[in-house]
């Protein structure tokens, strides 16, 4: 399974009922080139509505609400995966509900298994993700790729990036490799999406 995170679009917020009307991904190439379409997300009984992916030790993979529906739809002149989530009513999940209401979470990731895809020919690269299921989604402090982050280890990162000169600030850590300098993030996010395009392909080889 995969994780893709993407800043919440909020359409409604009821507090009376707790709900939230979101989009759960958007169909729009994200920052390692992939794009999931949303027309083609296959939904299989109900799937859960998570914190952080249940990776939270507090409360593990306990969901913190539901969907009442999922669809795709227009939304800000693009093609979504919209949700209507309805959040439990135990003190934890409506404390992050108070949170989305206050604008300080903001980030859904989907937590999905890519079904049928091509490339991007272009420089950007990224995959064309055709077809996908949806196992889950999350609510998320940060945007996120725990899969890609478990092979993208510091060990891995370092041993590709020890050769690059390092420059600027201890607060703005920056690489320059072949001429093109970049944040240590980006660096990080470039990896670790290779990474993943890696595996993916090796397991397709596999499966032939």
């Known amino acids: 399974m995969e994780w893709k995170s993407y800043e919440a679009k909020i359409q409604a917020i009821d507090e009376e009922d707790y709900t939230v009307v979101h989009a759960i991904t958007v169909g729009v190439r994200d920052r390692v080139g992939d794009k999931i379409n949303p027309d083609n997300v296959k939904i299989v009984g109900v799937p859960a509505f998570l914190w952080s992916h ?5 409360i ?3 969901p913190i609400g539901q969907p009442l529906w999922i669809r795709a739809g227009d939304f800000k002149g693009y093609r979504a995966l919209l949700a209507k989530s309805k ?4 003190e934890f999940s409506l404390g ?3 949170k989305i209401k206050s604008g300080s979470l903001r980030y859904f990731s989907i937590g999905f298994v890519p079904l049928e895809w091509d490339y991007f ?14 196992i889950e989604y999350s609510l998320c402090s940060t945007p996120c790729n725990p899969y890609a982050q478990v092979l993208g280890s510091d ?10 000169a390092s420059s600027g600030t201890s607060d703005e850590k920056r690489f ?3 001429g093109i300098s970049a944040t240590e993030g980006t660096v990080r996010a470039t990896i670790e999406g290779v990474l993943s395009k890696i595996i993916h392909e090796e397991v397709r080889k596999a499966l032939r």
């Open 87 to 90: 959040f439990d009513a135990d």
């Open 60 to 62: 593990g993979k306990v």
């Open 121 to 134: 020919r272009d420089q950007q690269g990224g995959r064309n993700i055709k077809k996908s299921e949806i």
């Open 54 to 58: 249940g990776m939270d030790p507090r």
């Open 176 to 178: 320059v490799i072949d």
């Open 96 to 98: 992050l509900f108070e």
């Open 155 to 164: 060990k891995a990162f370092s041993a590709i990036c020890y050769k690059m």
